[in-house]
T-cell receptor, first 112, second 114 residues
Framework: QQQVKQSPQSLIVQKGGISIINCAYE??????FPWYQQFPGKGPALLIA?????SEKKEGRFTISFNKSAKQFSLHIMDSQPGDSATYFC???????????FGSGTKLNVKP | KAGVTQTPRYLIKTRGQQVTLSCSPI?????VSWYQQTPGQGLQFLFE???????NKGNFPGRFSGRQFSNSRSEMNVSTLELGDSALYLC?????????????FGPGTRLTVL
């Protein structure tokens, strides 16, 4: 049973547009939600993360929106650039442990 | 600061063999986690070591094992390889070993089982 469900599987966005990736979870014990970016041939790299006590976190062009009651969180990439083309993973952990449950990934393609 | 290094980068083995993968964390990092990445199952947690002790374990069979040395370097071993073990094996290190410490992933070892 997948603990974190991610959608869409793939996404095509025009340069300058907004990319939105969604994740949902069932386990209310999850208390830390990071997003990772992975380029081909590389390991995932932490992009931005949020705790459930805040509803939104912004870092540059990247924003996480968090809805605790709906058990959903999403990544918004503003002004998407071709260099943002990569696979994005949401993840969740609980109890301050280094054990992360990852979503299935979203392959983003930003068209120039 | 050098990043997380994994060796070898590519490996081809046959069914029934065993394999050992190595991970060198960022200097000063005490936590090393291992993940299996496949197109079908995505990223799945294998185990985490902190100061030479296994702290967390995922839902993988006992054929998958690991260890961590006093210099924080870690090895992962898979015995009696199966075709389904073909995957990218990633390790990640972090400094303090708590979930909010940034996890830095290595480039992975691509294992192909024939």
């Amino acid at each position: 049973q997948q603990q974190v469900k991610q959608s869409p599987q793939s996404l095509i966005v025009q340069k300058g547009g907004i990319s939105i990736i969604n994740c949902a979870y069932e386990n209310t014990a999850f208390d830390y939600f990071p997003w990772y970016q992975q380029f081909p041939g590389k390991g995932p790299a932490l992009l931005i993360a949020i705790r459930p006590d805040v509803s939104e976190k912004k870092e540059g062009r990247f924003t996480i929106s968090f809805n605790k009651s709906a058990k959903q969180f999403s990544l918004h990439i503003m002004d998407s650039q071709p260099g943002d083309s990569a696979t994005y993973f949401c993840a969740a952990s609980k109890g301050n442990f280094n054990k992360f449950y990852f979503g299935s990934g979203t392959k983003l393609n930003v068209k120039p | 600061k050098a990043g997380v290094t994994q060796t070898p980068r590519y490996l081809i083995k046959t069914r029934g063999q065993q394999v050992t993968l190595s991970c060198s964390p960022i200097s000063g990092h005490r936590s090393v986690s291992w993940y299996q990445q496949t197109p079908g199952q995505g990223l799945q947690f294998l185990f985490e070591y902190f100061s030479e002790t296994q702290r967390n374990k995922g839902n993988f069979p006992g054929r998958f094992s690991g260890r961590q040395f006093s210099n924080s370097r870690s090895e992962m071993n898979v015995s009696t390889l199966e075709l389904g073990d073909s995957a990218l094996y990633l390790c990640a290190s972090s400094s303090g070993g708590t979930s909010t410490d940034t996890q830095y992933f290595g480039p992975g070892t691509r294992l192909t089982v024939l």
